[in-house]
């Protein structure tokens, strides 16, 4: 089963930057696409940004030109890098597959943009 540990949310000022990065294990990394994804209140999740396993990465139109995805297979990690943050994008940020693996939704890290 694949598991995934998030970690480098944090509280932030508009305009800063923050690094989350993403374990993954139970899975032979370097042979699957993955996904940054995120939920704010009151909304459902949805994805923000993938990387194949190829690394090539795709963005959602909102956060283009300001996340940055990538990939290390050695550290089995996937990292996603926030610049210019705003206060929308406030939100718990998950990896996973993609497509998602149901039973291998982590904890997330929260992301809080203060104005």
């Known amino acids: 089963q694949v598991h995934v540990v998030e970690s480098g949310g944090g509280l932030v000022q508009a305009g800063g930057s923050l690094r989350l990065s993403c374990t993954v294990s139970?899975?032979?990394?370097?042979?699957?696409?993955m996904a940054w994804y995120r939920q704010a209140p009151g909304k459902q999740r949805g994805l923000v940004a993938s990387?194949?396993?190829?690394?090539?990465?795709l963005y959602v139109d909102s956060v283009k030109g300001r996340f940055t995805v990538s990939r290390n297979n050695a550290k089995n990690t996937v990292y996603l890098e926030i610049n210019s943050l705003k206060p929308e994008d406030t939100a718990v940020y998950y990896c996973?597959?993609?497509?998602?693996?149901?039973?291998?939704w982590g904890q997330g890290t929260q992301v809080t943009v203060s104005s």
């Open positions: 996973n597959t993609n497509p998602p693996i149901g039973a291998s």
């Open positions: 139970g899975v032979i990394f370097s042979s699957i696409a």
């Open positions: 990387i194949s396993r190829f690394s090539t990465p």
